[in-house]
């Protein structure tokens, strides 16, 4: 059993992630690079050409190289996230007792972008380089309890029956709202109000096509890999 579950996740997480990936080469990628350049000339008019050079020579800090090893290294992490993400999927619908198969597993992709992207974002857009942004730690937090509501919140919405249940998850839907997620000091940002629009919203259908996928694929790769049982019946 162990085996098929790392099996299904690693497949299903590199299908998805490998097509995601492409995907971002040309949506989420582009807007990135043009944020930095703005980000790089406001850091450059506010210190100076030569000690922003001065400060970078002192500490170097390794990043890839623009072109194919920044490609290599986001594809990278792209498919590494998704691995991930299938692993929760496949843990909750098994906890849950769900049947596995791609329509339901996409249906849990669904929501769980719901929980982690959606729920999230009404606080906490996603952020281009050069973003003002609260502290670190905060905001975190808030995030993080915020999906984890969600999801439960959710879950007690669709899946549990009893009245005072299902009020109990909208409760949860609500909560993190209502408290309201930790924001600037100023809402100051190097990047163009226009690239900082596009790139939220390519990024939530990014994410939301991330967890959908890496769901039906979790669910096509689980119906087609057999589990041990079945092959030693049918050898």
Known sequence: ?????????????????????????VTTTPLILA????????????????????????EPAW?????????????????VTAVGYAFVLLALMLLSGETIEPKRAALWGACAFAS????TSLGLAPELPGSAAG???????????????????LFAVLR???PLVKALGAALILAPHLIGAP??????????????ARFAAASLAIHALTWILVGAAVGFVWRR?????SAEAAA
Not at 64 to 77: C, D, E, F
Not at 116 to 119: D, E, K, M, Y
Not at 186 to 192: C, G, L, V
């Open 225 to 229: 890999l057999p589990t041990k049982a």
């Open 135 to 153: 502290d670190l730690a905060a905001r975190q937090l808030w995030w993080i309890g915020t999906a984890a509501a969600t999801g439960a919140g």
């Open 1 to 25: 059993m162990i085996q098929r579950l790392l099996a299904v996740g690693l497949l299903a997480g590199l299908l998805a992630g490998l097509a995601v990936a492409a995907l971002q080469n």
């Open 183 to 196: 924001q600037p000091p100023a809402p100051e940002s190097t990047a163009p109000a226009e690239l900082a």
């Open 35 to 58: 944020a930095e350049v703005y980000e790089t000339a406001a850091e450059q008019a506010h210190a100076g050409v030569e000690a922003h050079q001065h400060e970078h020579a002192a």
């Open 160 to 162: 549990v029956e009893r």
């Open 116 to 119: 982690t992207g959606l729920a």
């Open 63 to 79: 990043e890839p190289a623009p072109g194919l090893q920044r490609t290599a290294a986001t594809s990278v992490a792209t498919s």
